[in-house]
């Protein structure tokens, strides 16, 4: 027995100091400082529109001839003035516009549905007019997602893993009184949303857009053709050097965050999304030393919060999230900044649960964990110089078990069975639902098995039991339709894809575009012989199929015997990865028309009718139709 009366508050203290030095060093995260979320009294709104046991209410009453015209001119995304009432308060004189890329464009080509999503600003003409310390609320309308449920559950899952995440919530919308739709709510990431997470600082934050296709084929209106540093960005040309920008389509100012010199106008497109008017150049520079460092895999912690970005390509890659950085367009992220050093932060996730950018169910299933993008490492540096630290693999793959157990444990299922209970009355009243009350109900069993099944890959992944870096064999049951994808509904996009499934397109065919040139480097060599057993073994090794090969073999008839494809060029015009999608732009004539006068536009547009139409529409549009436009605080 210890005598009482001989600890003296000396050695109280020092009992104190070696208990938090043993919990220090047996802290779960070694390997570098975590930057902790600040979260500060939480503000009112939350609670008032973001109560996740209650579905929020919103009324809808602006004039027709404003509401007609907001729909009519959808593309334009200019706000009209509105009354919001919400749970019954209401707030006068508040703007109201319709939001998007190219889920706005599609609903724009379906004329079976207006259902956009909706961006709500509260100061649009007050000053100073918030919801509670609310400015801005976007109105997602869940399209391509016939379980209402891939957005919620992976802001919930991000949320889960301590990242910042908007405040999200359902929302049931009427306008002038009548049943509009059953939608999600989410916080616009401003300055509200820098508040209860970080507090009083002095940071920064970007929303890197390099792709925005919110208009038709055919090019931009004359009027919306925009200066950007003094170069006019006509015709789809690319800022940069001769048109060029490092990582291809997806990548053009600087949003992929490869390194291209120290001229801040390399990174327009990060530059131009900055969400507070207070970013200045000095702010700025931060950027640029954060990817010049990133890139040469420097100092890294000095300028990225290496566990935070690691837990969201964990969460990312669970997901199978390719409409993101992760897909090679390089878009609905955040690049949060304080003192330096950077965070990512999520953003849009109606296409999670490879709802965009995967071919077949078994190759969502079995998306690589260590190369967890569709266009090439090198060219997504956020985790391609992370994953080449050993010590920060093993922290990424530790938070992928988090999550492995997480639905191992039933607590996906929990979270899926808990939504249905809460939304189910309401899905089955949508009045502008892009899918049926049939649909829905059918895709919940679905959802669970891609959980369960997305977790058997990731386990035997980190085993080393199935390939990490290319798509693995582990076999699924999951009905990826079922969940829906872009440009799904039940409209003319709809039918449209389903006509091209059953049609032209052959089912599944998705290569990487590293897997791509690999087969046809072999195929070339075979110099349009049979291939030798040796060849036949190295092509499947890559996991090319038959069907894949096949096809491959008809894009190389575009070249003489042995004649290697200009590679370079080609990974320029063709992003992520090479699928079968159809969800993007119907009208294959005028792609056809737009991809003439050079070798790689012909491969593109003709080879790619059975293996890639989406993709081919995707570069078109984006080198056509471009959207650059200047963004901050008021117009984010």
């Known amino acids: ?137 976007a109105l997602n309308n869940v399209m391509g997602d016939t379980t209402y449920m891939k957005e919620y559950l992976s802001y919930d899952l991000m949320a889960s893993m301590d990242i910042a995440t908007p405040a999200y919530a359902y929302a049931d919308i009427k306008v002038n009184d009548k049943e509009w739709g059953f939608y999600l709510a989410v916080e616009v990431m401003e300055e509200s949303f820098l508040q209860r997470y970080y507090g009083e600082g002095d940071y920064n934050l970007y929303k890197p857009e390099g792709m925005e296709i919110n208009q038709e084929m055919g090019g931009r209106p004359e009027a919306d053709k925009e200066q950007l540093n003094g170069k006019n960005f006509e015709g789809g040309a690319f800022p940069g050097e001769a048109g060029k920008m490092p990582g291809g389509m997806g990548a053009r100012g600087g949003t992929n965050l490869v390194y291209n010199g120290d001229d801040p106008t390399n990174y327009d497109a990060i530059l131009s999304s900055a969400v507070l008017k207070t970013t200045d150049d000095k702010d700025f520079q931060k950027v640029i030393d954060m990817i010049k460092n990133l890139n040469s895999g420097t100092n890294l912690e000095n300028y990225l919060d290496v566990n935070q970005v690691l837990k969201y390509f964990a969460v990312n890659t669970f997901l ?15 690049l949060f900044e304080e003192d330096g050093i950077f965070q990512i932060l999520p953003w849009d996730f109606n296409l999670s649960f490879a709802g965009m950018g995967i071919a077949n169910a078994q190759q969502a299933v079995n998306f690589p ?17 992370l994953l080449e630290v050993p010590e920060y693999t093993e922290l990424y793959h530790s938070y992928l078990q988090d999550i492995v157990d997480y639905v ?63 798509y693995g064999t582990i076999p699924t049951t999951v009905d990826l339709d079922s969940l829906g994808s872009m440009g799904g509904g039940k409209g003319e996009m709809r ?41 036949l073994s190295q092509l499947k090794k890559l996991g090319i199929t038959q069907e894949q090969m096949e096809e491959m073999k008809n894009m190389m008839k575009q070249f003489s015997p ?33 991809m003439t006068g050079s070798k790689n536009a012909n491969l593109l547009a003709e080879s790619a009718v059975k293996i890639a139409v989406p993709l081919v529409s995707i570069l078109v549009a984006l080198l056509f139709v471009h959207r650059f436009r200047r963004r901050r605080y008021r117009s984010i």
């Open 495 to 535: 039918h449209q894809n389903a006509n091209q499934q059953q049609g032209d397109l052959p089912d599944g065919l998705m290569i990487d575009r590293d897997t791509l040139f690999k087969g046809m480097e072999i195929l070339r060599n075979a110099n349009g012989n049979e291939l030798t057993d040796e060849q």
């Open 1 to 137: 027995m210890i005598d009482v009366k001989y600890i003296t508050p000396i050695a109280v203290a020092a009992m104190i100091i070696s208990i938090v030095l043993l919990l220090l060093t047996e802290s779960f995260i070694p390997v570098t400082a975590q930057r902790t979320i600040n979260i500060t009294e939480q503000p009112v709104y939350l609670s008032k529109a973001f109560n996740k046991e209650e579905i929020t209410s919103i009324n809808i009453e602006i004039d027709q001839a404003d509401w007609d015209w907001l729909i009519a001119n959808a593309t334009k995304e200019e706000y009209r003035p509105a009354n919001i009432t919400i749970n019954g308060e209401t707030y006068y004189n508040v703007g109201i516009r319709p939001k998007g890329n190219s889920s706005l464009n599609n609903v724009v080509r379906d004329n079976t549905t207006n259902r956009f999503s909706f961006k709500i600003s509260f100061d649009e003409y007050i000053d100073g007019q918030t919801y509670y310390g609310l400015s801005k609320l």
């Open 320 to 334: 199978v999230n390719l409409d993101s950085y992760s897909g090679g367009m390089y878009h609905n992220y955040y």
């Open 369 to 385: 964990i260590d190369k967890p993008t569709t266009d090439t490492l090198e060219n997504a540096p956020l985790i391609a110089k």
């Open 562 to 594: 042995g004649e290697k494809p200009p590679q370079d060029e080609f990974l320029q015009n063709v992003p992520g990865g090479i699928q079968q999608e159809g969800k993007m732009l119907a009208n294959q004539q005028n792609i056809n028309a737009s």
């Open 408 to 470: 191992n444990k039933g607590s996906f299922e929990a979270s899926i069975n808990t939504l249905d209970q809460l939304i189910n009355s309401y899905v089955k009243k949508d009045a502008t639902a892009f899918y049926s009350y049939e649909e829905y109900q059918a895709s919940l069993p679905v959802l669970l098995q891609f959980g369960k099944d997305r977790a058997t890959s990731i386990t035997a992944q980190l085993k080393g039991e199935q390939p990490s870096t290319s």
